[in-house]
């Protein structure tokens, strides 16, 4: 029996037993929040103790709701964090930290650089996938406005027509385009667009839709709490740095 | 008559993504599950709301979850006592004993053959620590696996010991102590060096704490003067404390890294 399986037997047989096994999950997951800005530090043991009654109490109703389509740590998770977020939203836990603790934490000694940004070009490949259909279009059309240089993976995902063949042509010509005007490199996008097996859209659609999807990308790479302050600027520099990673 | 809504699986009464469909899409993007459906996969496609759900939970998780079997939890002090074992067959004691050995000399051989010559190490032994030198046996440590983020938070400094660092402490120049500089890089499996000139009547000791100020391992040197301890240390920022029975003498901090 592998440890989901247990899980789930525990949930239904000893609901009480389970939530103790996950006191330390718990307790990971909401101080990865508070150390995130979504609360006081201080007020740890007083979440974990909330969190915790609401879990009791909501046991029966989570062992009910859970349909097993998922890993019940995963599930959990999602209700640990949702019943979290229920109690930070409280008016109690409004206040901002104190200055100096996130001051000191932010600025000393940060991790290598590397690390972080290898995380967050992950992170924004994960966003792109969220988008479904439109994933390859958006990837797209990111890194070809932001003047990264194209390569064959970045026209997978597209059902590329028989005049297009395998691409590489294509990929050689939008490489070979060197105007760095965003109205430029939009015009070019839309007139391939068919090759790409896309529906056709006039550059001002384009910009519009490229727009809309941009604008939903800065805000999961923010997060909801907000945990990052991506802007427009910055999320170019990630892209470039996506380049670099992608060729060592 | 009013219509009723038919439940959907994975979506609540609003039509956006209930737990159970937030999860069903983290699981397929961890990689623990190999389909997706549609219908969820869709409204994720077209609803921000829902987008922004998934992205957090799958962040959060790669937070908080540990890398299968790679690290051992290691609160223990050091050194371990070995569990008591029941009694068996001599002969298959003996057996065991004998493949035991002879993995660990296969092992040791290997780990000679895969570890670079000390001698060219530019880690230097027996210097002090204000020359910001440390002695530690340690692997190429140039090159390592990057970590997430929830590593990366493993490695927040502690302001209090941070400052503890800086102090000035009145019996160090006496015991004449060489141990790591600040923040010395070091893997699990290294050994963390220390020697001094030990004090007569002194009981001296070291505790490992780590960035959340929890004790992590108690260190009682076995020779005089000097401790050699292996790490077995989840990575992330820990301090060492250098006492005596009434004193304590300097502080220090490591950085576990993950291995190679």
């Known amino acids: 029996m592998d440890q989901n399986e247990l899980d789930i037997l525990e949930l239904h047989k000893n609901p009480g037993k389970l939530l103790i096994r996950y006191q330390p999950y718990i307790r990971m997951i909401i101080i990865s929040y508070l150390n995130r800005g979504c609360g006081h530090r201080s007020d740890l043991e007083d979440m974990i103790q ?9 046991m029966p109703r989570i062992r009910d709701r859970f349909n097993g389509k998922s890993c019940f740590k995963t599930y959990f998770s999602v209700v640990i964090r949702n019943v979290f977020l229920e109690e930070m939203r409280k008016v109690h836990m409004v206040a901002e930290p104190p200055p ?7 600025l000393q000694d940060r991790p290598p650089g590397e690390l972080v ?3 967050e070009i992950e992170r924004l490949q994960r966003a792109i996938s969220l988008f479904g259909n439109e994933g390859p279009l958006i990837r797209l059309t990111l890194r070809f406005l932001f003047n990264i240089e194209l390569t064959p993976d970045d026209l997978a995902g597209f059902q590329l027509t028989d005049e297009t063949g395998d691409g590489h042509e294509l990929l050689y010509a939008l490489n070979q385009f060197n105007s760095m005007l965003r109205k430029e490199r939009l015009k070019v996008l839309s007139e391939i667009l068919p090759r790409l097996g896309v529906k056709p859209r006039k550059p001002d659609a384009l910009r519009k839709w490229f727009n809309s999807r941009f604008k939903g990308l800065l805000q999961l790479m923010n997060g909801d709490p907000p945990t990052s302050a991506y802007t427009e600027e910055t999320l170019q520099i990630l892209v470039e740095k996506w380049d670099e990673y992608e060729k060592k | 008559m009013r ?4 439940y959907t699986e994975g979506f609540d009464k609003e039509g956006h993504l209930d737990e159970n469909g937030i999860s069903i899409y983290v699981d397929y993007l961890k990689g623990r599950a190999t389909a997706l459906p549609e219908k969820i996969r869709q409204h994720v496609a077209d609803c921000a709301t829902c987008r922004l759900a998934v992205m957090e939970v799958a962040d959060l998780l790669d937070r908080v979850e540990e890398p299968a079997a790679e690290y051992a939890a290691q609160t223990d002090r050091q050194p371990t006592v070995a569990p008591k074992r029941k009694s068996t067959c001599l002969w298959r ?6 493949a035991g050995l002879a993995a660990v000399l296969v092992l040791a051989w290997f780990i000679q053959k895969m570890l670079p010559d000390r001698q060219s190490s530019t880690h230097i032994a027996g210097k002090h620590t204000t020359d910001s030198t440390f002695s530690t046996y340690t692997k190429d440590s140039t090159s390592f696996i990057p970590d997430t983020i929830r590593y990366a938070q493993a490695f927040t400094p502690d302001p209090a010991y941070e400052n503890l660092m800086k102090a000035r402490y009145r019996g160090i120049n006496r015991s004449e102590l060489q141990a790591p500089a600040a923040a010395t890089h070091l893997a699990p499996g290294d050994t963390l060096w ?10 001296y000791l070291i505790r490992i704490i780590d960035n959340h100020e929890k004790e992590v391992a108690l260190i009682h040197p076995s020779s005089p003067g000097e401790v050699a301890w292996t790490i077995r240390l989840k990575p992330g920022r820990y301090y060492w404390k250098f006492e005596g029975e009434k004193e304590l003498y300097k502080v220090g901090s490591i950085l576990v890294m993950r291995d190679n």
């Open chain 1, 117 to 119: 940004i290898r995380q």
């Open chain 2, 194 to 203: 220390m020697h001094w000139k030990p004090k007569q009547g002194e009981q």
């Open chain 2, 93 to 98: 004691v003996v057996g065991r004993i004998a």
């Open chain 2, 3 to 6: 219509e009723d809504k038919t």
């Open chain 1, 50 to 58: 909330e969190v915790n009654r609401k879990l009791l109490e909501r």
């Open chain 1, 100 to 106: 100096t603790e996130n001051y000191l934490n932010g």
